[in-house]
């Protein structure tokens, strides 16, 4: 079992440049969550997907866009990359009760 | 919204020593978690408490939820080098319009060995 795949690892972006994070996840999990980590701030919900074919902002979602595809992938797009978004990004899913299985993050610098 | 302090920030401990960290939160929760982050890795479920008062082990790992809902801790025993990492403690109401887990803002271990 993968469990929650992210891809890729590591990005490095200029200032204004365009990607999009994947994530996918085997476990068939309703629930699928974008989180950011920063140094000294924990984990903050960028968005979130309670169930397919629905999308909503958690606590920091400005400069984000989020694509439920279908129950197994959730994708993070950043339109124009800004240095402030540096940070390390992590996907998780959950199928409710038992606390969120996590993706092992992508690396984001943006120069 | 809602918030967890989460404390100590950091600690630096002698291997073999008992490492103690709690979560206190001006909400009520229904569950709280603990998770713990290696170096490089997304974080990973230790312990789930469901019920007010409970106390549950893993091992080493020994955690509690509070009886007023509001705060957790986190005790580990016998301290060794693979116990470095970040511990998240989180919060979790069902139900709820919003991602329903809350997370503190970790406490970092490092172990002398």
């Known amino acids: 079992n993968a469990g929650v795949t992210q891809t890729p690892k590591f990005q490095v972006l200029k200032t204004g440049q365009s990607m999009t994070l994947q994530c996918a996840q085997d476990m068939n999990h309703n629930s699928m969550y974008w989180y950011r980590q920063d140094p000294g701030m924990g984990l903050r919900l960028i968005y979130y997907?309670?169930?397919?074919?629905?999308?909503d902002k958690g606590e920091v979602p400005n400069g984000y866009n989020v694509s439920r595809l279908n129950k197994r992938e959730f994708s993070l797009r950043l339109e124009s990359a800004a240095p402030s978004q540096t940070s390390v990004y992590f996907c998780?899913?959950?199928?409710?009760?038992?606390?969120?299985?996590f993706g092992s993050g992508t690396r984001l610098t943006v120069v | 919204g809602q918030q967890l302090n989460q404390s100590p920030q950091s600690m630096f401990i002698q291997e073999g020593e008992d490492v103690s960290m709690n979560c206190t939160s001006s909400?009520?929760?229904?569950?709280w978690l603990w998770y713990k982050q290696d170096p490089g890795e997304g974080p990973v479920l230790l312990i789930a408490l469901y019920k007010a008062g409970e106390l549950t082990s893993n091992g080493r790992l020994t955690a509690q939820f509070g009886i007023t809902r509001k705060d957790s801790f986190l005790n580990i025993s016998a301290s060794i080098p693979s116990d470095v990492g970040i511990y998240f403690c989180a919060g979790l109401n069902y139900g709820g319009s919003q991602g329903n887990l809350i997370f503190g803002k970790g406490t970092k271990l490092s172990v002398k060995p």
């Open positions: 998780a899913s959950s199928g409710g009760g038992l606390g969120y299985t």
């Open positions: 909400s009520i929760f229904n569950t």
């Open positions: 997907s309670a169930s397919e074919g629905t999308t």
